[in-house]
């Protein structure tokens, strides 16, 4: 009975994910300690464990439609994976109290993301690194190829080391600071951001589940309910997702995610 009420919650958490661009570990993590009473490192390994399934399927649909950027996502994975292995380390000696009160103040966080309008920042020139690197690229659009430059390329492969570390300790896939960095600082057109960040996320996953299976927090009975259901889940709300104005499905989910995160810092503080 428990697996099967974690199965629709699950399936609920990928809906809502995919339809608000935040995967499903965002909303079940919170769901899994709150309501089910699951000990957070093992609802964190199971959260893990499903962005490695959900963000291979996508990420396979955007390198079809030549939206990743690969040299960039290869380059940039050099500090996510770090981070992930820091992440991990410092995981094993954070009392789990500490735990929910970063998820609640990350959570935050992402509720005023939310409300951000993302708009194109177009780099005028490229970075030494990315001249090197030959980390520039295009993309298609309605009017033909886009091209496009990357700058600060070192200021990028730092916040991806931070993202990392956010990944490995609270079992998300920190996409919202991976987009708000190749979008902000580095200057990348939104949709390539969007789709570098996806193909990235099961990468960083993959090293910090990877972490967590060899410690023993994977728990089957959890991760394979949790893993099934955001996947069902992510697949129905992406075709949805055309359908229903997100601007009232953000603000209503604002306040949703604005309301579970002070559980899960009053949860920290008592």
Do not use: C
């Not at 091209?147 to 570390?165: D, E, R, S, T």
């Not at 995610?257 to 920290?268: A, E, F, H, R, T």
């Amino acid at each position: 009975m428990f697996e099967v009420l974690l199965l629709i919650t699950a399936v609920g958490a990928g809906f809502l994910g995919a339809i608000l661009g935040l995967g499903g570990g965002i909303i079940i993590v919170p769901v899994l300690t709150l309501v089910y009473q699951v000990n957070i490192r093992y609802a964190i390994a199971a959260s893990l464990i499903s962005i490695v399934a959900t963000s291979s399927g996508a990420a396979a649909g955007y390198l079809k439609d030549s939206l990743t950027n690969l040299r960039l996502a290869v380059l940039l994975e050099v500090g996510t994976v770090t981070g992930a292995i820091v992440g991990f380390l410092i995981a094993s000696f954070i009392q789990p109290r500490l735990l929910f009160l970063i998820f609640g103040a990350f959570l935050l966080f992402s509720a005023l993301m939310m409300l951000r309008k993302r708009t194109d920042h177009v780099a005028v020139e490229n970075h030494p690194w990315s001249e090197a690197l030959k980390l520039h690229g295009s993309y298609p659009a309605e009017n033909g190829w886009h091209h496009y430059k990357v700058q600060n390329v070192p200021f990028g492969l730092f916040a991806m080391f931070g993202a990392g570390i956010l990944s490995a300790l609270l079992g998300i896939g920190s996409g919202i600071f991976k987009v708000l960095a190749m979008d902000g600082a580095m200057k990348l057109p939104i949709k390539v951001s969007s789709a570098t960040s996806n193909f990235m996320i099961g990468v960083t996953a993959s090293a910090s589940a990877g972490a967590y299976l060899l410690r023993g927090d994977v728990r089957p009975e959890i991760a394979a309910p949790v893993a099934i259901g955001i996947i069902v889940g992510s697949l129905f709300g992406a075709r949805v997702m055309t359908k229903i104005p997100s601007r009232k499905i953000r603000q209503i989910f604002v306040v949703v995610l604005s309301i579970v995160s002070i559980q899960m810092i009053i949860k920290g503080l008592s």
